[in-house]
């Protein structure tokens, strides 16, 4: 390469993108595989061409000095770091991402970085994120579309995602959240606003409404599907050609939505004629070795002292405590496909699960998209909060329900290096602090599963303790 310094950048990139290869193969991999996240891999192209559209600024570029570029560098290597830790897909593809504002501030300066914001905050949509929602808009969906029906004069038996009418059942699946249709929604309605809009409330307006109305439409369209069954055509309700309809309504829904982007557009603004010529190519390749050698050092230490760590094994529970083996078929039916171990216990009437991971890598994960508390296709989260057993001991208490009206009380509970949290969130966190200290620590699952409405203190704190025996690995 004619430019060495701009062989550099692009070095230093691959590196980043190389430590953290299990999360970036992913985040490319649900570009290509997901209807959700398929317009990831359009951002970073449109990204450019928003950034080839905008003003040239009217001063020429500043480099930061060598003295400013080093901390900077180091504080993103320390954020690297924990990333990789962390284990967190998200983190470690939103951190290498960062990379590339990082990367332009260094080498064009504050005002670029500033006058050339929009883009480089939009590369971000490319990250996939968004899956936390689906049970929201799954009851924000049933919720909606039951109140329609009702609305209407249909005769409805509503138990959380389940919705039951006299001609058919319904079930507001995953699918039918109105998940893709949001993410993608929202990513094209930020493009079109910083593209053809220029006014702030209008840009803010739009984005909105890019938000808006894709979780309303989704509720009229499931409103629609069971009013079709209501009204006699059950099969059309009911089989493929319910899905080929929905489409066909979210497109007819996406054309209104841009048809009121282009009566909200703002007159292009002309280019300044007089305006400073920028020495793009001269700018990288006096400036880009700043920082790009101090990155790599950092990507290559941050991946070697995190493939140091050392590992734990937690030991299968034994018949005693009060456990003891199940032999009947789950009603819960969890699943968690990567653990060490899994056992089916039985304790005191409650129907336990217990997941071991003695380490985690980017698909095994004690928290991770692929794991699921309970059976999707029986039941749905009707209420959930937070109890204590003890101070020590939080544990996360879900009421889920059936399509017939059946309730079971299920409780959750994670634990990490003997310490219990009740959320994935604090997990995590807890997870991050055993491994800066050395440990590369996995965790345990344990789900309590009881039909009916209990309480969460009818398990004693001994039984709880009892399902996070752990040892350190030889």
Known sequence: MKNPAAFSVLVAFAFAVLGAHPAMSSMVSLWFTTDT?????????LSFYLFKKMQTPNTLPSSLNLPASLPLAALWGAAYYIGLLSGVNLIQQIIVISLIPMLFLSIFGWRYLWHYRTPLILIFLCVPVGDFLIPYLQTFTADMSVKMLKMSGVTVVHNGWYIRIAAADFRVAEACSGINFLISTFAVSCFYAFLFMTKAYKRALFIALGVIVPVLANGVRVYLIIMV??????EAATGVDHLIYGWIFFVIVLILLFTIGHYMQDPEPTQKEDGVIIPWCEQVKSSAFNVTHAIIIFVVLSYVAKNALEDTVYLPIKESGGYSERNTRSKLNPSFPHADTSQELNYDGWEVHRFAYNNENATKKVVGYENHLFDKERWSIKEKNTASIKETLPVRVLTVIDASGTEGTLLVTYCSNG?????PLAL???????????????GVATLYFKIGLHDASSIPFEAFAHTCKRIEKD
């Not at 996240?37 to 192209?45: D, T």
């Not at 069954?229 to 059950?234: D, K, S």
């Not at 995590?428 to 996995?442: M, V």
């Open 229 to 234: 069954a209501e009204l006699g055509n059950v």
């Open 419 to 423: 310490v219990f949290e009740a959320t």
């Open 428 to 442: 995590k966190q807890q997870q991050l602090l055993q491994r800066l200290k050395h440990h590369r620590d996995g």
């Open 37 to 45: 996240y398929m317009h990831g891999a359009a951002i970073l192209p």
